[in-house]
């Protein structure tokens, strides 16, 4: 069972590397998106105890909510930032940093993005290999000797 400690753990460091350290912008964008949520959630609690308590009259307890909901509404019409693209990606990947100008400039020409279906089969070991995969969405699963 320490095979797949090992893995997540590539995996953890992989998505630092690559990822968080990569795209601040998307990170930023998140955690700010969860912050806020949470904030407004929370005034919103608050201000129904405070309501409830009589604290605050009906009307200032509608027009707080209305707020709070407006700004909610707000957030989530919020666009999302533009994920990177494939080769913005790959370009930014530490693995492939070693690659000369001339490989990486081959390699932004022949990289393409495919989406598949779920259960579709990659590649089969006995099968001669015609590229490589990366993941940007979803799960691969290996089956076969050794595997499952």
Do not use: W
Request: a negative charge; charged letters at 25%.
């Amino acid at each position: 069972m320490k095979e797949p400690h090992v893995q997540i753990s590539i995996a953890k460091q992989f998505s630092t590397e690559n990822i968080t350290d990569n795209y601040l912008e998307v990170c930023t964008f998140v955690q700010t998106y969860q912050a806020t949520s949470t904030l407004l959630y929370s005034e919103k609690t608050l201000i129904e105890e405070a309501y409830e308590e009589g604290i605050i009259t009906e009307v200032e307890f509608s027009e707080l909510s209305e707020s709070i909901n407006e700004k909610l509404k707000q957030l989530r019409d919020t666009p999302d930032p533009k994920p990177p693209s494939l080769q913005e990606m790959l370009l930014t990947c530490s693995l492939l940093q070693v690659l000369s100008t001339e490989e990486t400039a081959h390699l932004m020409q022949v990289v393409r993005e495919e989406s598949v279906k779920k259960h579709t089969i990659l590649f089969r070991i006995s099968s001669e290999l015609k590229g490589a995969y990366v993941v940007l969405k979803g799960r691969v699963r290996e089956t076969g000797s050794g595997y499952e």
